[in-house]
């Protein structure tokens, strides 16, 4: 088929398949999942009432992975199939540990190795950081490492936000479509292709998730996995592509405007973090401290936290695709994380004074 289309209608046909499959397969998988009792009961940490199933990650899977395998040219991305054989190895990880639950070592070495299979045997790592703190291109014996570890953050960022209905997946959608946008106008068409593939398998999920009641359905491990799998490829590509600034849509400062673009996941992992090593708490046990949980006890619905939460990443994207030129790498990075720490520390001052 995309020997007949042209690039905009293949992707808006890539785009269309797969959700229309994850919205499709949904229904069917809930029956399931109901039947063999697949699903997340309340407890003391979560914020849901009733039994709802958590295998959404599995509709997800399937809209992406058929869609990639229809409509993407492999002879142009022969890295493709090394993020398939990362997506797939995930899918098992995250699909264990939604059915069965799984040691967090046990996850994060299965993590490792899934990562790990797209940095030593693709060209998809980082080889160049941009003039940060004076370094520019970087060897394979520390870039591999560093290209891992930043697989990992952004993998684990949207496992860790994953806590209220529409959170991971809105974000997910806002930086697949701005990056897809990106790839788009710098004529990266397959890259753009699977960046609109996975924003149709969440707004297909999102139609179950957000705006269901008999037919509602978590993500899961399983698709909060995969979802930070795939963004944080199409990171590292726009990463990589914006080392020469020789084309109309160079960004001169890509890792800045790459944190913007996961301003909620990498913030919000990154304050739960030091927040439980200061209380001296097990670094990846959950609890109740992320943002989203803050904006719940103000009084806010499910859906307003997440139109808000998605509104802060959208923003600072788009500030940062802005004011690359302007300033410097460290400067934009320094301007976004004191941004960052000041929005997210209002909702907090606000729950404060309403606890007075």
């Given at each position: 088929m995309s020997e007949?289309?042209?690039e905009p209608y293949l992707i808006l046909v890539a785009f269309s398949a797969s959700m229309i499959i994850t919205a499709v397969s949904i229904p069917s998988i809930i029956k399931v999942a109901l039947l063999k009792q697949l699903y997340d009961e309340p407890n003391e940490r979560t914020i849901h009432s009733g039994s709802v199933p958590t295998l959404g990650g599995m509709a997800i899977f399937s809209g992406f992975m058929v869609s990639v395998l229809l409509f993407s040219d492999f002879s142009q991305v022969p890295e493709l199939k090394y993020v398939l054989a990362a997506t797939v190895i995930l899918f098992f990880v995250g699909i264990k540990d939604d059915i069965l639950v799984i040691a967090p070592l046990t996850k994060l070495t299965g993590q490792i190795f899934a990562v790990s299979v797209i940095a030593?045997?693709?060209?998809l790592q980082l080889t160049n950081l941009h003039?940060?703190?004076g370094i520019e291109h970087i060897s394979p014996y520390f870039g591999i490492p560093l290209t891992i570890f930043v697989y990992l953050v952004i993998v684990n960022g949207f496992?860790?936000?994953?806590?209220?209905?529409?959170l991971s997946a809105g974000i997910g959608v806002s930086a697949a479509g701005i990056l897809g946008i990106w790839f788009y106008l710098?004529?990266?068409y397959q890259y753009a292709l699977l960046s609109a593939v996975i924003a149709g398998a969440l707004i297909g999920f999102l139609r179950f998730n957000v705006f269901s009641v008999k037919n509602k359905i978590f993500?899961?491990?399983?698709?909060s996995l995969i979802l930070g799998l795939v963004i944080s490829v199409l990171i590292v590509k726009f990463n990589e592509l914006n080392i020469k600034h020789d084309f109309e849509y160079a960004k001169y400062s890509a890792p800045a405007i790459s944190i913007a673009v996961l301003t909620v996941p990498l913030y919000d992992t990154l304050r739960v973090m030091f927040i439980r090593f200061f209380q001296m708490k097990p670094l990846f046990k959950p609890d109740k401290q992320h943002i989203h949980h803050i904006f719940i006890k103000m009084g806010l619905s499910h859906k307003q936290a997440v139109l808000i939460l998605v509104m802060i990443n959208v923003f600072f994207s788009a500030a940062a695709?802005?004011?690359h030129n302007l300033m410097g790498i460290r400067r934009l990075i320094l301007l976004m994380l004191l941004s960052a720490m000041i929005v997210f520390y209002i909702p907090v001052l606000i729950l404060n004074i309403k606890k007075r």
């Open positions: 007949y289309l042209s030593f045997f693709s060209d003039g940060f703190f496992n860790l936000i994953d806590g209220i209905d529409g710098a004529e990266e993500m899961g491990d399983t698709g695709m802005y004011l």
